[in-house]
């Protein structure tokens, strides 16, 4: 993993700073992320100040009321605007066999105003005496804007939560970032039980920004819930030695698999689906786009484009350019397995994105772009290069062999229903 040096230096500085049972290095690390991806980093302190210094998070309310209003014993939370998450974790929730008896928690971070005078003095107070303010820099700023964030946050637990120790285990989507980091360890600290659902490909990546190792190198909850142990082969070096895995697999993807088999007379039509990975990888859709656009067999195909969240159908239209020749047409179902069902493409063209593994039962006609920032490859699924290459490919599916049990795996189901029940 390549993290910037300026980014390890800024998180070196909170390694083994406390504040009481919350690890500083860990709920800071989040908006530290945040501040080096910003590309105006001024701009970027200066909204986060007006922010901590004059609202506050109505969220820590809202979720005492919801606990307090209702007799569950089983809290799962998410922080994301994504539907796909929401009913990823319905999933998951009767899979486990909790429907009955669980509350659901978006995270949405909404604003209420206030002042923050003496949160802000707390701070300096705190920085002043752990002498954060040793070597003033603006990344000695952003240490302070997450502390500060932070202070913030702990005070309207405290307030709303107190010494009272609710009943119930926390089971969240992502425990290394924001608000349900925060969540974990105070839940951790009053001694309820804590879980990480694994929501997207984790893999170790080569060439991804540090926001992605973040997921899975900063997972404060007792349990981490994977999805099988293609995973943990992956990034079980990045878990600290008190984190305990369990295999759950996936639920929405097993029941893909269950559901829908490849066959070569419906998987036939003359549609592409281009899965993209985030903005991240600009370049390398750009290379894709090309790539496909110089072959002479491309014209007889419509390219059904599945965007990441973090690119709209602007951003994609401005990378492919004016010279471009290919068809578009932009995938706006809900899912992939939906847009599978729906399109029937004789081909899914991915890289470095979780869809790779959520059409393994397809892998016939799964092919993964060999671009210049690969982060991970499946050597069963076919690759390829260039245009004529993969246009030779397409239509003559080879059998892959994917052993899925090893990607996704349930094996530790009945071990997890036991660590839920009182």
């Known amino acids: 993993m390549k993290l910037s040096n300026s980014h390890l230096s800024t998180m070196s500085r909170l390694e083994d700073l406390m504040y009481g049972d919350f690890c500083l290095s860990s709920v800071c690390a989040p908006l530290v992320i945040q501040f080096y991806s910003a590309e105006n980093k001024v701009t970027f302190v200066l909204k986060k100040f007006i922010k901590f210094f004059w609202f506050k998070n109505e969220d820590h309310e809202k979720l005492w009321r919801l606990i307090k209003n209702n007799n569950k014993i089983n809290l799962v939370s998410y922080a994301t605007s994504r539907q796909n998450h929401k009913y990823l974790l319905e999933a998951y929730v009767s899979k486990i066999g909790i429907e009955d008896n669980y509350l659901l928690f978006n995270f949405k971070g909404k604003l209420k105003f206030t002042c923050n005078f003496f949160i ?32 913030s946050n702990k005070k309207e637990i405290d307030y709303y939560f107190g010494d009272s120790k609710p009943t119930l285990n926390y089971l969240c989507l992502n425990a290394a970032w924001s608000s349900e980091n925060l969540y974990t360890h105070f839940f951790n600290s009053i001694g309820v039980k804590t879980f990480s659902f694994q929501h997207a490909a984790y893999c170790d990546f080569e060439h991804a920004h540090p926001i992605e190792s973040n997921s899975y190198s900063n997972i404060p909850s007792n349990y981490f819930l994977a999805w099988g142990e293609y995973t943990t082969d992956q990034i079980s070096k990045y878990f600290s030695k008190e984190l305990k895995v369990l295999y759950i697999g996936n639920p929405v993807v097993e029941r893909f698999f269950n559901s829908v088999q490849y066959d070569p007379e419906v998987y036939s039509k003359n549609v592409i689906i281009l899965a993209l990975p985030r903005i991240f990888y600009i370049q390398e859709i750009a290379d894709l786009i090309e790539t496909l656009d110089s072959a002479f067999e491309s014209q007889k195909y419509t390219y059904k484009v599945r965007l990441h969240p973090s ?85 003559n599916a080879t059998n892959t062999h994917i052993h899925k049990n090893y990607f ?15």
Do not use: W
Request: hydrophobic share 45%.
């Open 120 to 151: 802000f003095i707390k701070t300096v107070h705190f920085c002043a005496k752990n002498n954060v303010f040793r070597d003033f820099s603006l990344s000695t700023v952003c240490i302070f804007l997450a502390l500060f964030e932070f202070l």
């Open 311 to 395: 690119m709209n159908k602007e951003d994609f239209l401005n990378i492919c350019g004016s010279n471009c020749s290919l068809v578009f047409d932009f995938d706006d179902e809900s899912s992939i397995h939906t847009s599978i069902i729906i399109n029937k493409p004789c081909a899914v063209i991915s890289f470095n994105s979780s869809i790779v593994f959520e059409l393994l039962n397809l892998g016939e006609i799964v092919y993964i772009f060999d671009a210049k920032r690969n982060d991970f490859y499946i050597d069963q699924l076919q690759t390829f290069n260039s245009g004529t290459e993969f246009f030779t490919k397409v239509g």
């Open 408 to 422: 996704f795996d349930d094996k530790d189901m009945a071990s997890l229903r036991k660590l839920l029940a009182f």
